[in-house]
C-alpha cells in the first residue's frame, strides 16, 4: 500500500471516529482537514468521500468547499450524484453547492444522474435547478445521453422539462440521431413528438 493511500485511509478512519465521538478539542483538526487533505492520486477533499449527509454537514461546518474539484473537476456534487446518496446531495444544496458545476469533460451533475440512469435523482436535480440543455465539451446534452442509452423514462422526463430536441453536438447530430443509432422506436416517437410541438 502507498504511503499516500495508508496516511488518507487513517484520516477517513479519524474523521469518522469523531463522527461518532465529538469532543471539543476535535474542532480545529476537523476544521483542518477537509479543505487540505487530498485523497490518493484523485485530489478529492474528504467531502467527496461524505457517506452521508450528517457527515458532509458537519464537514462544510468546519469549512470544507462545496464546489472543490478533483483532479477530473469533479465537485463533492458530483460523486454524491455517482454514489446516489441523495442526503448528501440535499446537504450541498443547501450550502450553495453549484448545481450546474461542470468537470473537465463540461459535465454537469446531471449528466451523471443520466448515466447512471437515475430518474428520481435526475428529476430532483431538475425540480432544483439543473440544466437540462447544459451541453458538454463534444455539446452533448443530457438529452443526447438519455437518447443514447435508450432511456424512455429519462428522455420523458428531460422532455417534460424543456430539454430543447434541436441541439446539435459537435458532430452536428441531434438527440434523434443517438435515438436512431440505439434502434428505439418509442424515443423516437417521442422525440418526434416534440418537434411537432416546437
Not at 103 to 120: C, E, M, S, V, Y
Request: hydrophobic share 40%; glycine share 8%.
Amino acid at each position: 500500500m502507498k504511503p499516500i493511500r495508508l496516511v488518507y485511509m487513517v484520516l477517513l478512519l479519524i474523521v469518522a471516529a469523531l463522527g461518532c465521538q465529538r469532543k471539543e478539542s476535535d474542532s480545529e483538526s476537523i476544521r483542518i482537514m477537509p479543505s487540505k487533505v487530498r485523497g490518493e492520486e484523485l485530489g478529492r477533499t474528504l467531502l467527496h468521500l461524505a457517506p452521508n449527509g450528517k457527515m458532509a454537514e458537519r464537514l462544510i461546518n468546519e469549512g470544507a468547499d462545496v464546489n472543490a474539484q478533483d483532479s477530473f473537476g469533479m465537485t463533492p456534487l458530483h460523486t454524491a450524484v455517482i454514489a446516489n446518496r441523495r442526503d448528501v446531495v440535499e446537504v450541498l444544496l443547501a450550502c450553495r453547492a453549484d448545481i450546474n458545476a461542470k468537470n473537465h469533460r463540461g459535465q454537469t451533475p446531471l449528466f451523471w444522474a443520466i448515466t447512471k440512469d437515475r430518474k428520481d435523482m435526475a428529476e430532483w436535480l431538475i425540480t432544483h435547478g439543473a440544466d437540462v440543455n447544459s451541453q458538454d465539451n463534444y455539446g452533448i446534452t443530457p438529452l443526447h445521453s438519455a437518447a443514447h442509452a435508450g432511456s424512455a423514462d429519462l428522455v420523458g422526463l428531460l422532455i417534460a422539462h424543456g430539454a430543447d430536441v434541436s441541439i446539435k453536438d459537435n458532430e452536428g447530430r441531434t438527440p434523434m440521431d443517438y435515438a436512431q443509432d440505439a434502434g428505439s422506436t418509442e424515443i423516437v416517437e417521442l422525440l418526434r413528438k416534440r418537434e411537432v410541438k416546437e
